[in-house]
C-alpha cells in the first residue's frame, strides 16, 4: 500500500438493502464515531496544552522573558491556524480513520523532541556558530512546537467531516455541542495531568508523559474510527433520517467540482468572512486565558502552582457546560439563530473578565467561579462562531475546509494572543493583558451585530 493510498478517501459500496441491518449498522456506528472522536479532541489538548501550566517552570528553568514565552507559544499557533485551512481541505478527500490517529502520534513525537532539545542544548554556553546557545535552543523549542501545531491542525477537520456526515441537520446542533465539551475537558485534564507531572518530576514530564498517552490513543483511534458512511454500504444520514428534503444538498448541485463548492461555499461566502474576523477576537480571549492564567495567578495573586492550575481547571472544566448551554439555548428559544447568544454570552464574558481582575487576592472561592465563568462564556461563541456557524453557512461537501478556513483566523488570534499577551505584560503589567482580552471581546460584539443586523434584512 503506498502512502497516498493509505490516506486516500475509502470509495463508497453498494448500499445494504435490509433496512434492519442499516439501523443496526449506524446506530452501532454513529456511537462509535461520536465518543471516538470526543476522546481523540480530548487527548490532542493534553499535547498541546500542557505548556500552559508548563510556562512559569520552563521560564524560569530557561531563563526566558514573557515575550520569549509569548514567541514559543506563537510558533504553535501560527502552524495550526495554516495548517487547519490546508488540512481541512485535506480531510474532505481523506480517510478519517488513518488521517486523525496518524496526526495524533506525530504530535506525541513532536512533544518529546521538544524535551530532547532541552536535555542536549544547554543555556549558557556558546554553541553552533558562535550563537549563544539559549537563542540555538529557543528556535529549537519554537520549531518542534511549530511542527507540534500542524499536526495538532489535523485533528479538527476529520472530526468536522465525520460529524457533517454521521448525523443530520436537525441533530447536528445538540451532537456539535456535546462534541465540542472535548474542548474543554481536553483543557482540564491537560492541566490536572501536567500540573501533577512538573509537581513530581518536573517540567519535562509535562511534556513526555502526555505523549505517551497520545501514542498509546493514536493506536486504539485506528481501530475504533470509520470514514464516511457510505463507505460502510450505508445510505446518506439524511435519507436515513427522513430529513425533509429543503435540508439535504440540492441534487442538481451534485455533479459540481469540490473547488466550485468551496468557491461558492467558503471564499465568495460573506457570512463566512465575518465568522472567520469574529473569529479572530474569540481566540485572543479564549487563548490569552487558558494560556496566561496560570501565570497570572502565580505572579499577580502569588497563588502557587497547584493552585494557579486548579483555578484553570476550573475555567475549563464549567467551559464544557457552556458550550452545551449556548447550543441549546441557540437551538431551543431562538430556533437556530446563533448571533444572539453569541452576543449575551460576549457581554457576560466582558464582566467576568473586569470581576476576575477586581477579585482580591485572598478570596480563592470567587477566583474559582469568576474562572469558571470565563470559561463558561468563553466557550459559547468559540463553538458557534468558528464552528457550527461556519458549517450551517457553507455545505456539508467542504465542511472540513469550512472550518479550516475560520481556523486560519482563530489562530491569527491565537497568535496575537499569545505574543501579544506577553509583550502587553512586559510593557504594561498585567491589567494590560486584562484590557486586551477585554477589548477583543467588544469588537467581536459588533462583528456579532453586524451579522444580526444582515440576518434580520435577509428575513
Known sequence: MSFIDFFKEPPAIEVIKDEEQIKKTYAHFRWRIFYSSFIAYVVFHICRK?????????????????????LLGSSLYVTYGIGKFVNGILADKSNVRTFLPTALIMSALCNLFFVISAIFVTPGHVTFFGLPSASVLLWLLCFFWGANGWFQSMGFPPVAKSLSYWFSNSERGTKWALWSTSHQIGVFSAVIISGFAIEHFGWKAAFY?????????????????????????LPDVEKFRNEPEVKCEEPEKDNRTYFQIFKEHIIFNPVIWLLAIAYIFVYIIRFGTEDWLVKYLVEVKHNHLTLASTKLSSLALVGAFGAILAGFISDKVYKGNRTPINIIFL??????????????????VMDYIYAAMIGMFTSGPQMLIGGLCAVESSSKKVAS?????????????????????GYVVDKFGWNGAIIFWALSAVICIAICTILLLRERKAS
Open 50 to 70: 500542557n505548556i500552559a501550566v508548563a510556562l512559569p517552570s520552563l521560564g524560569d528553568a530557561l531563563h526566558l522573558s514573557n515575550t520569549e514565552l509569548g
Open 209 to 233: 508523559m502526555p505523549a505517551i498517552v497520545c501514542i498509546i490513543t493514536g493506536i486504539w483511534l485506528f481501530d475504533r474510527l470509520r470514514d464516511k458512511p457510505q463507505s460502510l454500504g
Open 347 to 364: 457581554i457576560c464574558l466582558i464582566l467576568s473578565l473586569l470581576a476576575f481582575a477586581a477579585n482580591p487576592a485572598s478570596n480563592d
Open 401 to 421: 475546509a469550512s472550518i479550516g478556513f475560520t481556523g486560519v483566523f482563530g489562530y491569527v488570534g491565537a497568535a496575537l494572543s499569545s505574543s501579544g499577551t
